[in-house]
């Protein structure tokens, strides 16, 4: 199972936030963002963001990546949009 959070956050503070839990094996990684990062815009109720490569270096990195409004089409009333892998479901030792 992975956990996902999604944050909107303005002024460092959050405006709102969710988390959502894929259970499905059989999806990568990615499709798994991927689907979360849909359902959060949906919930949100903001246009899917354009994912840009630094999104996959920062997720890959640090597992979290934003999205700020020179990625979306319309401007935007928040700061940015934070997606952050909290649960990989891997044990830890």
């Known amino acids: 199972m992975v956990r996902i959070w999604g944050k909107i956050m303005r002024n460092n503070k959050f405006l709102e936030e969710k988390v959502i839990e894929i259970d499905n094996k059989s999806l990568h990684i990615y499709d798994k963002v991927q689907a979360a ?4 815009c949906h919930d949100f109720d903001l246009e899917k ?29 928040f700061d940015y949009l934070e997606i952050e892998i909290i649960d990989d479901g891997k044990k830890k030792a």
């Open 49 to 77: 963001p354009m994912w840009f490569d630094k999104n996959t270096t920062e997720l890959n990195q640090i597992s979290k990546t934003t999205f700020r409004e020179d990625q979306f089409i319309e401007s935007i009333w």
């Open 37 to 40: 990062l849909e359902t959060f």
